[in-house]
């Protein structure tokens, strides 16, 4: 969960970096080398992903059969006919093409060496000019960006569908790898924004960032909430509006209990509050403000991740033993709560300092850049 | 390439260099140029030849559509070949192609206007006129198919004694709603953008009608510094109010079909998907509509090829999220294990259908792809044939999703056919009618370019251009197309 936490985080990065050269943007050059930075963590990322690949290759600890269902499917096993472990049975055998353990790890291979050379390619670049100045490289990356861009949706859509919608192999939807990108993106901005903001309060590149980039990021940060309630919604409306039994499990098991209250709590603190709090000006201008917002945002887009992630994970520990009762269910949810705290530290610690590694080792802003004089001169009028 | 940017009498901007901003419009262009130039459009004597046959050609067809109309009232919805299963057919397929179309404008004035895209000055004004006139098509076609029209009111949320309410849990009612205040607002934001551009055309009028006429729909313009920060104001509020419509538009008309539990139409990625095609089509529309009008009238030099450029990008973009789309959809289709989803998709690629299914995807899919070379993006037959495909495409992906569902769902002993009668076509062809002349008029009367607007993105605006401000209507003018030939 933490994982795909960070892996959204760099992706937004990604995109951004490689949006801002598709379309020859000027006013955000100042804040690209902070995308490219966190961006450049997926090297790292692609290090942090070997527990959960490595687990799903060798289906080794047994629990990873709990995490990823599928992995635990076994195509000759007997099941008594007409039941609902007949047809997952069934359905399982036909996605056995897609959902074995080979072919998931030549994915993700696949998806972080695309993404690392991406990265090497748009942020290696970028570094080159501070020294060399050379505009070619910006017509370079600006030539590449629009199959990098295509490059980049497919990877990320599979690598959401991989990682997340496989939690449930018996659901799908369409519209999944839409979803991740959108949170990824409302994750990126808000710590794009709270770099900037915090980078700007430490003293470093204050001549360079202003308060119009605070704007701007602000703005890309609201729009991206509102995109994803967009998403989320359509997922959501369309599928209990048919009640199609195979697609309403995945919100069934979110709407009952304490889960209730979470996707409430999810509706109301990833976009409804942000929404009214940040649609007008003088917010996304306020340096202080925008930095309760953004850091808000990342907490609530972590828990976009843990909504996606927990449900199943809880499913499989009670299927698992039916006959846990209440205080030991509880004492799991306490473990688990500790265990998700722990790990996002460690994951995201280790994602910070590689961030920060990132940071020190390029200058803060691409300073030979083409455009960086209207990035300079750049006022949202 | 000599000083003002022609190469062989052709005003060339497409050329990229890091370092500097190409120019929008010509560098040496006066403010009265641009004036000049937008206004001759509307006030020269008589419009070009070519104006009057097309003029000629859509009220033709408008009258078919009236012809055509009267005949369906008068004898009944059985002229139309549906039937059960395919109860919508061309129809509503008529219906989404022109809601799709309505939406390049918004995003032009709005989306565009919001990510600071100052290309989208040269084409908005017309592209917005495009989206209106698209709408008008698109809500005749649910108003006409119900059958019973004169219940139509009906749709309308209006108290009566009997205490009868349209269904609120339809997304069809949706529709009304959604369409209807969208075309409000693309209507309010196309006038009120145009003001400050009747205000110049009254300020020229020769006429008495013409200056009543523009004088009336200028609301008292002057042009003062309080009308400016007014106008400038009410025109980002509106442009931020339409940037979620054009979300939201096809989003619910996309939920007329997702809703459902149809194989092949309830999926959860139909409102982006929806969206996404909705501007590609429309793009499509703004480049088979601008290509001709900037030859016609010797606009050339205000859309540029840059412009033409970037609306190719456009389209290549949202063509790219269509085509993903379709692939997402394929690839759910199969990993679902929905025995009547993989059906449903592999009906369309072979059964009876598959005409129109790859008449889809080489128009939209394939066809595109040649914009990813630029030579294609920068020459003007490819260009042109490349957005005739598109729009013939994206009609046949309505056509595809709507029919090919309907006509074969989950009981084989309800599947069926469907092929279109006589008066179904001729309505077709004569909702273009209606489109075609309502845009030609808006060519003659009103003014096709955003002249203000342009005027912003021009150096001169900013103080750097060297004549910014020495312009003397009295003066005889040198017009630029005309020098054309002795570059």
């Known amino acids: 969960m933490s994982f795909c936490f960070c892996l959204s985080l760099s ?4 995109f951004f970096t490689i949006l801002q050269h598709l379309t020859r943007a000027g006013w955000s050059v100042v804040v690209r080398r902070v995308a490219e930075n966190v961006a450049g963590v997926l ?26 269902e599928w992995r635990g499917f076994d195509p000759a096993a007997h099941v008594a006919e007409a039941t609902p472990a007949a ?44 020294e060399t100045g050379d505009p070619g490289l910006t017509s370079a990356m600006q030539s590449r960006s629009a ?59 204050q001549k360079a960032l ?21 998403i989320g919604f359509s997922q959501y409306m369309l599928i209990w509006y048919a009640n199609l039994p195979e697609e309403t499990g995945w919100y069934l098991i979110r709407q009952e209990g304490s889960w209730k209250l979470m996707s409430l709590f999810l509706l109301l603190g990833h976009f409804v509050a942000p929404f009214l709090a940040l649609v007008s000006r003088w917010p996304k201008r306020d340096p202080s403000t925008l930095i309760a917002a953004a850091a808000w945002m990342l907490l609530m887009h972590w828990f976009d991740m843990f909504w996606l992630v927990f449900p199943h994970a809880e499913q499989s520990v009670v299927s698992a033993d039916p006959r846990l009762d209440t205080i030991h269910a509880a004492a799991l949810v ?12 460690g994951v995201g610690g280790i994602f910070v300092w590689k961030m920060a590694r990132n940071m020190a080792s390029a200058s803060l802003i691409p300073t030979r850049d083409p455009r960086l004089h209207e990035s300079l001169a750049f006022e949202n009028i | 390439m000599d000083i003002s940017g022609r190469v062989n009498g052709e005003f060339d901007n497409t050329w990229d260099d890091p370092q500097k901003r190409s120019p929008l419009v010509p560098e040496h262009y006066k403010f009265g140029d641009v004036t000049e130039q937008v206004c001759g459009v509307t006030e020269a004597w008589r419009p070009p030849k070519a104006w009057y046959v097309a003029f000629a050609i859509s009220v033709s067809l408008l009258g078919l559509l009236g012809a055509m109309i009267v005949y369906l009232f008068f004898t009944g919805v059985g002229v139309w070949n549906l039937n059960n299963p395919v109860g919508w057919g061309f129809d509503i397929t008529n219906f989404v192609v022109w809601v799709g179309i309505g939406h390049a404008g918004t995003l032009i004035s709005a989306i565009l206007f919001l990510f600071r895209q100052k290309w989208r000055t040269a084409i908005n004004r ?13 809500l005749l076609f649910p108003g006409i198919h119900v059958g019973r029209v004169w219940l139509a009111y009906w749709m309308g949320p209006l108290p009566n004694q009997m205490a009868m309410w349209p269904n609120f849990r339809s997304p069809l009612l949706w529709d009304v709603f959604a369409v209807g205040t969208y075309f409000t607002v693309s209507a309010l934001f196309w006038y009120c953008g145009m003001i400050p551009d009747i205000a110049t055309l009254r300020d020229r009028a020769k006429g008495p009608i013409r200056r009543f006429a523009y004088g009336v729909l200028s609301l008292g313009w002057t042009g003062a510094a309080r009308h400016w920060h007014r106008f400038e104001r009410a025109y980002l509020v509106l442009a931020a109010l339409s940037t979620p419509l054009v979300l939201s538009v096809h989003s619910v008309v996309s939920f007329d079909f997702a809703t459902s539990v149809l194989p092949g139409w309830h999926t959860t990625i139909f409102p982006p998907y929806f969206v996404a095609g909705a501007i590609f089509g429309g793009f499509a529309m703004v480049l088979t509509l601008a290509i001709p009008a900037r030859q016609l009238w010797g606009l050339k030099e205000i859309i540029t090829a840059r412009h033409l450029e970037n ?82 495409g994206m009609w046949f992906e309505r056509f595809v999703i709507i029919v090919t569902s309907l006509s074969s769902d989950y009981l084989p002993a309800n599947w069926g056919g469907y092929r279109p009668s006589w008066v179904e076509i001729c309505t077709l062809l004569g909702s273009i009618g209606l489109f075609m002349t309502l845009f030609l008029l808006f060519i003659r009367f009103l003014p096709v370019i955003a002249m203000a607007e342009i005027k912003t993105v021009m150096p001169a605006a900013h103080g750097t251009g060297a004549h910014a401000f020495d312009y003397n209507p009295d003066e005889p003018k040198e017009h630029p197309q005309v020098s054309e030939g002795r570059q």
């Open chain 1, 334 to 345: 306490w473990t688990d709560g500790l265990q998700c705290v722990t790990c996002l530290l």
């Open chain 2, 126 to 138: 017309f592209a917005e006129a495009m989206t209106i006139f698209a709408v008008i098509c698109a």
């Open chain 1, 210 to 230: 202003s308060i119009e980039h605070f704007h701007d990021v602000g703005k890309l940060m609201f729009a991206f909430i509102v995109f994803w309630a967009y």
């Open chain 1, 147 to 205: 199959l990098s861009m295509v490059l980049f949706a497919l990877t990320t859509t599979f690598a959401a569908v991989d990682f997340l919608m496989t939690l449930d192999p018996l659901w799908f939807s369409t519209i999944f790898g839409v979803y991740f990108f959108s949170g990824g993106n409302v994750g990126f901005f808000s710590l794009l924004a709270l770099t900037m903001c915090l980078l700007h309060r430490a003293g470093r590149a």
């Open chain 2, 311 to 392: 609306m190719c990008k456009i389209i290549l973009a949202t063509g790219s999220m269509v085509g993903y789309a379709y692939g997402m959809e394929f690839f759910i289709a199969w990993y679902s294990g929905n025995p009547y989803e993989s059906f449903t998709f592999l009906a369309r690629a072979k059964g009876p259908f598959a005409w129109a299914y790859w008449t889809m995807i080489s128009c939209n899919v394939l066809a595109p792809q040649l914009f990813w070379f630029r030579a294609c993006r920068r020459s003007i037959p490819i260009m042109f044939f490349v957005a005739m495909c598109v729009n013939v």
């Open chain 1, 87 to 130: 047809t997952a049975h069934h359905l399982l055998l036909k996605k056995q093409a897609f959902l074995n353990p080979t072919f998931f790890t030549i994915r993700i291979a696949g998806y972080f060496i695309i993404w690392w050379w991406l990265v090497g390619f748009f942020r290696g670049n970028s570094i080159r000019q501070d």
């Open chain 1, 11 to 14: 992706l937004g990065g990604l």
């Open chain 1, 43 to 68: 090297p790292v990322l692609a290090v942090l992903s070997l527990p959960i690949v490595v687990a799903v290759a060798a289906g080794w600890p047994d629990s990873i059969k709990d995490v990823y």
